[in-house]
Nanobody
């Protein structure tokens, strides 16, 4: 069965860095896009970044552009989110997700485009 397990969250001061990891299993990892989303307290879950399966094309939410970098290691079935220059407003539970389809994506910024999710990892950024 498909499993996604995030790790790497924690507490950091503003300006610091964290690297989140998502370990995937149970499917052909390299064939699917991987997304990162986050949910802050009292807010809806929102798109953060996505990396496509082919050519490693990426896309980011505007607020994290230039600070976050998404990457993937297809040999080891892992996706990563390198977060730098963290701000208190980045505080949230971060989730990785597997795209529902392996081609013909509609809009990978939408949650409906993903069919499996990890359990989430907490990131807390203090002022």
């Amino acid at each position: 069965q498909v499993q996604l397990v995030e790790s790497g969250g924690g507490s950091v001061q503003a300006g610091g860095s964290l690297r989140l990891s998502c370990a995937a299993s149970g499917y052909s990892f390299s064939s699917y896009a991987m997304g990162w989303f986050r949910q802050a307290p009292g807010k809806e879950r929102e798109f953060v970044a996505v990396i496509y399966s082919a050519a490693g094309t990426t896309a980011y939410q505007n607020s994290v552009k230039g600070r976050f970098t998404i990457s993937r290691d297809n040999a080891n079935n892992r996706a990563y989110l390198q977060m730098s220059s963290l701000k208190p407003e980045d505080t949230a539970v971060y989730f990785c997700a597997k795209s529902r389809w392996n081609s013909g994506y509609y809009n990978l910024r939408l949650e409906a485009e993903y069919d499996y999710w990890g359990q989430g990892t907490q990131v807390t950024v203090s002022p």
